[in-house]
């Protein structure tokens, strides 16, 4: 099977840079696929690699963007259902009645 690939950025000077998974999902990885006038050779760079070293780049915004939208669309809720005890409930703590009580 073909990799996956989702365009992160298309610079201005026609390089892309693509988000790619494999056909193993742990498989993750950035393919640089430079303009051709430059003579550059496409590249595959390892997430952690291609956000070390472009920090601040457009591309690297970018997929910075990406991943942050994927947080919200895959985990909508998920903090709203974390449970916190009600105004007024009783906590975890013995209050200091209750711990004298118990001596």
């Known amino acids: 099977m073909s990799p996956m690939r989702t365009l992160i ?12 998974r494999g056909g193993d999902p742990a498989d993750v990885y950035v ?4 303009n051709g006038p ?3 050779r496409p ?7 291609f956000l070390a070293a472009a920090n601040g780049s457009p591309e690297h915004r ?3 963007v990406m991943i942050g939208s ?11 259902s974390v449970s916190t005890p009600e105004p007024g409930a009783a906590s ?5 009645g209750e711990a004298a009580s118990s001596i």
């Open 9 to 20: 950025h298309d610079g201005s000077n026609d390089d892309r840079w693509y988000l790619c």
């Open 31 to 34: 393919f640089h696929e430079p």
């Open 38 to 40: 430059s003579g550059g």
């Open 43 to 49: 590249s595959c760079i390892e997430i952690a690699d």
């Open 62 to 64: 970018a997929l910075l």
């Open 70 to 80: 994927l947080v919200g669309a895959g985990h909508g809720g998920l903090a709203s």
């Open 92 to 96: 975890a703590e013995p209050t200091p």
